[in-house]
């Protein structure tokens, strides 16, 4: 599931033109939100539902945008 999450949140961050260090700041918490999200680019681990929440307000899109069943494709 990591995988799956990693690349949905690679291909929001493209279609959003937005790079890891940018998301990092509008999360607010400094090195420990960087460290985070490159985590969770890399696929070594997904967000707890907190900081799910605070993902999406930070990228301004829906939560259920970054967990949401896609394609077949993706495993």
Same mark, same amino acid.
């Given at each position: 599931?990591? #995988? #799956?999450?990693?690349? &949905?949140? &690679?291909?929001? +961050? +493209? %279609?959003?033109?937005?790079?890891?260090? @940018? #998301? *990092? /700041? %509008?999360?607010? %918490?400094?090195?420990? @939100? #960087?460290?985070?999200?490159?985590?969770?680019?890399?696929?070594?681990?997904?967000?707890?539902? &907190?900081? +799910? +929440? %605070?993902?999406? *307000?930070?990228? /301004?899109?829906?939560?259920?945008?970054?967990? /949401?069943?896609?394609?077949?494709?993706? &495993?």
């Amino acid at each position: 599931m990591s #995988v #799956v999450f990693a690349r &949905r949140f &690679r291909s929001i +961050l +493209l %279609r959003e033109r937005l790079n890891p260090a @940018d #998301v *990092a /700041k %509008r999360m607010g %918490r400094g090195h420990a @939100d #960087v460290v985070a999200v490159s985590n969770w680019l890399s696929g070594r681990n997904e967000p707890s539902m &907190r900081n +799910l +929440l %605070r993902l999406s *307000a930070a990228l /301004k899109i829906e939560p259920m945008e970054l967990i /949401k069943n896609g394609n077949s494709t993706e &495993r």
